[in-house]
């Protein structure tokens, strides 16, 4: 017989996932996490038909709650707020999209829908999840559900990169982006950035950042050049499923960066700088569908 526990630890990674695609926050994905495993523990199971669908709905209103919070949180933050970066493993790379889902570029698109039609597209379009049972989860009728994840998906598909690249292709641009960086090739980084490039960087009020987006290759490269330290060293890590950079300075992480591609050249650069969210970098995240 299947205990609480068992199921809650079977489908752990798939709630993280949900939460972290809701949220864009991993600390506050692992709050929601513990919140549903203690309104999962105080069910019933034997009038649970279908547990995976069921503690996929507490995570969700757990998190539409949460995002409520955050809302409020984010009218404070010093800077441009990026999402939490998460080292993962490679089967998230294999898997192309779920990879696209957690990207930065992505999760700054959702970052655009209100609460529930963010809930709405990540259920539907990320984890395939039926109309009926969204509709429960986030407390609106399937009809309404439908229309919802209508309009999401067109909000989204308005602003999501252009799926103009292949893995590989994306793969040897952020490689000529570290190699240039790492040796300080200035021509280098001219021809794999883009000419409207934009660099968003989050401090959060705690580490050096720009206040505002910075657009334009020749503004970005005299930005990289002010706040580059000459003893820092650059690796190449795979973030949100996809290659990134993680900065180190006196052997500590100072920051993670990844890029958006497209047509080739790098047409988005997002390095995070706020300690906090470079807590959790200590070991890799197992993320699912």
């Given at each position: ?219 970005v490269l005299r930005f990289l050049e002010a706040v580059m330290p000459e003893d820092g060293s650059a690796e190449l890590v795979l973030v949100n499923g996809a290659p990134g950079l993680r900065l180190l300075v006196g052997g500590v992480v100072d ?35």
């Open positions: 017989m299947t205990t609480a526990t068992d199921a809650f630890v079977a489908h752990r990674n798939l709630l993280f996932t949900v939460a972290y695609e809701m949220l864009g926050s991993a600390v506050d994905a692992e709050d929601v996490l513990q919140e549903t495993w203690l309104r999962w523990h105080e069910v019933d199971l034997t009038g649970v038909r279908d547990e995976r669908a069921y503690l996929v709905r507490i995570t969700t209103r757990l998190a539409l709650n949460r995002m409520r919070t955050m809302a409020r949180r984010r009218e404070q933050y010093v800077g441009p707020w990026l999402p939490e970066p998460l080292l993962t493993t490679p089967d998230v790379a294999e898997d192309v999209e779920l990879a696209d889902s957690v990207s930065m570029a992505m999760l700054l698109v959702l970052e655009t829908l209100s609460p529930t039609e963010r809930a709405v597209f990540v259920l539907r379009e990320v984890f395939d999840v039926g109309y009926d049972e969204i509709a429960a989860a986030v407390d609106k009728s399937p009809a309404a559900v439908r229309q919802i994840a209508s309009r999401a998906r067109a909000h989204v598909d308005e602003r999501r990169p252009r799926a103009d690249v292949t893995p590989t292709q994306r793969d040897e641009v952020i490689a000529k982006f570290l190699g240039a960086t790492a040796t300080g090739d200035l021509q280098g980084l001219m021809d794999v950035l883009a000419p409207d490039v934009v660099l968003m960087t989050d401090g959060g009020g705690f580490k050096k950042a720009a206040l505002r987006p910075i657009l334009g290759r020749d503004k920051a993670i960066g990844t890029m958006l591609v497209e047509d080739g050249q790098v047409t988005g650069l997002y390095i995070v700088r706020n300690p906090e969210k470079l807590a959790r970098l200590d070991g890799v995240i197992a993320l699912t569908r």
